[in-house]
């Protein structure tokens, strides 16, 4: 970026003095002056600098129908389930019901992630767990056709 100030003039500089006026006029040389940009931030974002800043992963996705346990799987602290289920092969509305386990088959408690639904089917719907790191497995009782998806983030 450039500024400059083209050459000025002073008019009408007035002197007083023993009874007699003078008037004079003077002109001032441009000025050029260059003035770089201020220089741009850097942001450097590491990839454990925020959770949401992560991509989702899938860890593990199941489909089936009927009562199933999943395989056991790892997560980090937050994660969820996306899931759906269709009664429709059912010829009537059915239940889905998803309870998370610890891999030693105790019900995970703490900040789980479970589903009850009774009807013709849903989803997909995310179903949120927070504070959850660790290996689970997952207890699927349906009469229906389903997926469960677990994801980080």
């Keep these: ?3 400059a100030i083209a050459g000025a003039s002073i008019a009408a500089v007035t002197l007083a ?3 007699s006026t003078t008037t004079a006029t003077m002109t001032l040389p441009a000025v050029t002056k260059s003035v770089s940009p201020p220089a ?7 990839p454990t600098s925020s959770p ?17 346990n999943t395989p056991s799987f790892t997560v980090p602290a937050n994660w969820h389930l ?7 092969a059912f010829g009537q509305q059915g ?7 610890n891999t030693d088959g ?3 408690l703490g900040g789980s992630v479970s589903v009850n639904e009774l009807g013709d089917g849903e989803g997909p719907v995310a179903t949120y767990a927070y504070n959850d790191a660790g290996s689970h ?3 699927v009782a349906s009469e229906c056709n389903w997926q469960v998806v677990v994801v980080t983030g």
Excluded: H
Excluded at 40 to 46: A, G, K, N, T
Excluded at 95 to 101: D, G, I, P, Q, R
């Design 95 to 101: 239940n889905f019901v998803v309870t998370e386990f």
């Design 17 to 19: 003095g023993c009874g």
């Design 1 to 3: 970026m450039r500024a």
């Design 137 to 139: 497995y997952l207890q």
């Design 82 to 88: 996306s899931w759906w289920y269709s009664c429709s």
């Design 40 to 46: 741009q931030p850097r942001v450097v974002v590491s």
């Design 106 to 108: 105790s019900i995970d």
């Design 52 to 68: 949401l800043s992560a991509k989702p992963v899938i860890v593990a996705k199941y489909t089936g129908n009927g009562d199933e």
